[in-house]
């Protein structure tokens, strides 16, 4: 049997964020509120110069100063959510960095975060002027929570 080249490159994705968990901490992320106060699993250089809150969700803290992305209660009900990792992707991605592998749950993981650069990244591309970074600041917040360059 034949595979179409779509099927061998979903089955061959090759995993490279472009910046690390601490990188997108300093740049500002999730509201400053992602991990609701427990960081203690995390090395602590990556929250020296992160922006975080003491109060909850603040999208002033996001690097693009707007809020990006869905409620952890969809995340739920999209089934976007592993027993794992309860707090969601970025959790996920925090861990596989630090080294921890599960086959099954770094597919899934990657396999979505692949998707999300495949369809977010073409349309800054192509709505928005190289270098204009107050062009779609909700869609680049969005791409810098999955570890893509939001200054493309």
């Not at 061959?12 to 990188?23: C, K, N, T, V, Y």
């Not at 109060?55 to 693009?64: E, K, S, V, Y």
């Not at 080294?99 to 692949?114: E, K, M, N, S, T």
Request: aromatic content about 16%.
């Amino acid at each position: 049997m034949t595979r179409s080249p779509k099927t061998k490159a979903r089955r061959d994705i090759e995993f490279a964020p472009e910046l690390s968990p601490q990188q997108m901490l300093e740049l500002g992320v999730f509201g400053g509120a992602y991990f609701d106060g427990d960081i203690a699993e995390y090395p602590p250089e990556w929250f020296t110069n992160a922006n975080l809150s003491a109060n909850g969700f603040d999208a002033d803290l996001n690097r693009f100063g707007v809020a990006a992305g869905q409620s952890r209660a969809v995340w739920q009900e999209k089934g976007w959510i592993t027993t794992d990792d309860p707090l969601g992707w970025f959790q996920w991605y925090c861990r596989y960095s630090m080294g921890r592998r599960l086959p099954g749950v770094d597919a899934f993981q990657i396999r979505r975060w692949y998707q999300f650069g495949a369809r977010h990244l073409p349309q800054i591309r192509k709505n928005c002027e190289p270098g204009d970074v107050a062009c779609r600041p909700r869609q680049r917040q969005a791409v810098l929570q999955w570890a893509y360059d939001p200054f493309v």
